[in-house]
């Protein structure tokens, strides 16, 4: 009697219909099926954190460093986000939680203030490890994670978080619909412009001269380095009228980056922005990158 082959599924980017289903029945945050994970899923994992250890040693901010060692990662399989989150809880009360996919900017930046890290559970293929067409466990944890162990950084996302919030308040008091999208829409993109300036592609400046801290870069053994050799990169030191108005492409390697002092120099940029958006100046900000979408006003609107 013959038999169909049932294909393992596995859980890579694009290609799982666990994520599939999720996101058809409008379920945001889901459980880790740890059992569909397949070999060729943990070799991904296997691969990627291999290459990547001595650009880490090489390239990564201290705390990055002290934060891969305070969570035990396993070099060889996928992480579980329940045993990350058994190292991580006690040091910032932060934790991973895991989710199908694109989460709406307020959703997003609400987590943050309740020290949840929404995280991806799929993993790139093996066969492509370069190629990223969204993120995926490898970036959320090994590039964004570690730096949650740090109780300076853990403080500054909590502000970002609460940086949503205000703006929310803010926009609900704009009586006129077409005045009230417009500032929303200018907020989001101010936002979302800080964020991937620094909590993604961020450098800073330490006693050993420049360092990664930004979890974009921390999680791309190619722009790793890039960011820090290639003499074309404009490296320049923080300001954030500038940030806020600079557009991005995500599809590339960054040719500009911004360099902090510290996590309290990071935090008091947060403290900052929440200043002039109390202020109305990000009412305005310069048009283009990155696009806000429906669901990230909505979110805002909807606070949820
Ligand atoms: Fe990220």
Same mark, same amino acid.
Request: net charge negative; charged share 25%.
């Given at each position: ?52 250890? %001595? #650009? ?7 705390? @990055? ?51 949840? @890290? ?16 969204? %993120? ?9 994670? %570690? ?9 500054? &996302? ?21 005045? #009230?999208?417009?500032?929303?829409? !200018? ?22 001269? &420049? ?43 960054? %040719? &500009? &980056?911004?360099?902090? +002092? ?33 669901? +990230?006003?909505? !979110? ?5």
């Amino acid at each position: 009697m013959s038999r169909t082959t049932v294909l393992e599924p596995g859980l890579t980017t694009s290609e799982s219909p666990f994520i599939e289903q999720a996101q058809q029945r409008g379920q945001l945050y889901i459980s880790q099926p740890y059992e569909l994970y397949s070999d060729e899923n943990h070799e991904a994992w296997r691969k990627l954190y291999s290459r990547m250890l %001595p #650009r880490w040693e090489r390239y990564a901010n201290e705390h @990055f460093l002290e934060g891969i060692g305070k969570l035990c990662l396993d070099p060889n399989r996928v992480p579980k986000l329940d045993e990350v989150n058994k190292f991580l809880r006690p040091l910032t009360g932060f934790q991973a939680k895991a989710v199908s996919g694109y989460i709406p900017a307020f959703l997003f930046f609400d987590c943050l203030r309740n020290r949840e @890290f929404p995280t991806t559970i799929t993993i790139r293929r093996s066969d492509k490890l370069d190629y990223l067409p969204e %993120p995926d466990i490898f970036h959320d944890i090994a590039g964004h994670v %570690p730096m949650h162990t740090d109780k300076h950084f853990a403080e500054t &996302l909590v502000r970002f978080g609460e940086c949503a919030h205000t703006a929310a308040d803010l926009v609900s008091g704009i009586r006129d619909p077409e005045t #009230r999208i417009h500032c929303l829409t !200018s907020i989001i993109r101010a936002m979302a412009r800080f964020f991937w300036f620094t909590i993604e592609f961020g450098l800073m400046r330490g006693r050993d001269g &420049l360092k990664v801290y930004g979890s974009g870069l921390l999680s791309s053994h190619g722009e790793i380095a890039h960011a820090i050799e290639a003499p074309e990169v404009q490296r320049y030191p923080i300001q954030l009228e500038w940030a806020i108005n600079q557009a991005f492409e995500i599809d590339r390697y960054q %040719p &500009l &980056l911004f360099v902090v +002092d510290s996590f309290d120099h990071l935090f008091s940029l947060v403290d900052q922005l929440e200043g002039w958006l109390k202020a109305g100046k990000l009412n305005n900000v310069a048009p283009g990158e990155p696009g806000v979408n429906e669901e +990230d006003l909505k !979110s805002f609107l909807r606070r949820g």
